[in-house]
């Protein structure tokens, strides 16, 4: 089919599909919240003209979902993962987000026993995966560690900003070492647009990057690292929103109406078969991931129905995400310049010669959710001694 460019024809379309799909129980969302590079998969063609455009849109749709959003909502994601058989969440991948991170910057500091560092903690939410960090560093009494640490918190939302520094003040940490952290009201893009080059040495993110549709965001947070700064980023990966037939089989599960499903399939054109077609194309362990993540899905529509009356239509999150399979992420981080090579890391930077993985599965039965530590290399690259 002939590829849409026009962004007045582009949202036209995105109205058609969210009227369809009108009565499923967890609201589709726009079209646009997809990952970039599958939009050609739905008929949008992303040019240099729109790109910009079609960004700002997917950008704010994701802005309007956290404003609107409530604890209820977060209780029902929560039910949602278990009930999915998801046997460890964001909460374990925050920890492994803390543990690596924090070995990464024990290497680093024990290379050079001066250097201070700087950390940011990129959609910081209420401060879940700062906190791992203390944990860790409680765990180990890395104190000494932790005076040499100075954490910078990112996160658009005042109210969960609030919550963040309570936690951060009030850290069993606090009572063996003041904790330096500055807590910044804002988008990481906004933020990365100002914050000056080499500014920090270690820059974590759990459970955020799924809602960026386009890479733009990676190349300045790898300006704003030091010469040798280093990444470590939890996410989740599917591919259940690569391609309209799959959405439709989920689309049944969500319990669209008859007259919507048969506009959806033809807007798409949309054969029978065609999903276990592009199936084929997935990896074994992409099909076992998917799987689960329909039946998230499947559940999060389930729970924004039994709680009901507890939560108003406006509090739903919407179903379409900027997933994607794990090595388009890995593309992504190294076209951005980040190395995430496990060898060249370890021949190279001083924080990675023990390290034995840095592509960590969270849940060690799938890949949905992973913990990926990378680096800016130096120009002049340091090895341990
Ligand atoms: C699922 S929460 C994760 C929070 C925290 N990292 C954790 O693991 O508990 C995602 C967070 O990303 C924030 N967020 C969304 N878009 C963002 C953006 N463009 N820049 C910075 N943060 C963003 C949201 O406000 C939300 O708090």
């Not at 990952?35 to 003209?49: F, K, M, P, S």
């Not at 700062?130 to 000494?144: G, N, P, Q």
């Not at 890995?330 to 993985?357: C, Q, R, S, Y």
Request: aromatic share 10%; hydrophobic share 40%; with cysteine.
């Amino acid at each position: 089919m002939d590829l849409i460019t026009n962004l007045s024809d582009i949202k036209a379309f995105d109205e058609r599909i969210t009227r369809a799909c009108s009565d499923i129980r967890y609201p589709i969302g726009s079209i646009l919240r997809i990952a970039g590079q599958y939009l050609a998969n739905w008929g949008i063609g992303v040019t240099e003209e729109n790109k910009e455009a079609i960004e700002a849109l997917s950008l704010r749709s994701y802005q309007d979902e956290w404003k609107r959003t409530t604890g209820t909502t977060h209780d029902a994601i929560i039910r949602a993962t278990e009930l999915a058989g998801f046997e460890r969440g964001n909460t374990y991948m925050n920890s492994v987000v803390g543990d690596v991170a924090v070995d990464l910057m024990f290497a680093m500091a024990e290379y050079d026993k001066t250097r201070t560092f700087r950390l940011c903690d990129i959609g910081a939410g209420s401060g879940e995966t700062t906190k791992a960090i203390l944990d860790r560093i409680e765990y180990w009494k890395l104190y000494e560690l932790m005076e040499r640490f100075e954490f910078t918190l990112i996160e658009p939302s005042r109210k969960n900003l609030n919550i963040a520094g309570d936690k951060i003040e009030t850290h069993r940490v606090t009572e063996q070492v003041e904790i330096k952290f500055i807590p910044i009201g804002c988008t990481t893009h906004k933020f990365l647009e100002r914050v000056g080059k080499g500014q920090y040495d270690l820059a974590i993110s759990s459970a955020v990057f799924h809602h960026m549709s386009f890479p733009g965001y990676l190349q300045p947070i790898r300006e704003a690292l030091a010469e040798d700064g280093v990444v470590v980023i939890g996410d989740w990966y599917t591919t259940i929103w690569k391609y309209p037939a799959f959405v439709a089989e989920v689309l049944k599960r969500l319990g669209i109406g008859r007259y919507g499903l048969n506009d959806f399939i033809q807007m798409f054109d949309i054969r029978e078969g065609d999903a276990s077609r592009l199936e084929k194309e997935l990896t074994p362990e992409q099909q076992e991931t998917n799987k689960r993540m329909i039946a998230y899905v499947y559940n999060i529509g389930n729970e924004f129905v039994r709680m009901s009356s507890r939560m108003g239509p406006e509090e739903r999150a919407e179903f379409l995400e900027a997933h994607e399979a794990f090595d388009d992420r890995i593309g992504k981080l190294e076209d951005a310049g980040f190395v995430m090579d496990l060898k060249e890391l370890k021949d190279k930077h001083t924080a990675f010669v023990n390290m034995p993985n840095n592509k960590i599965r969270v849940d060690p039965k799938n890949d949905a959710a992973m913990v990926v530590a990378g680096a800016k290399v130096p120009g002049k690259l340091r090895k341990a001694a």
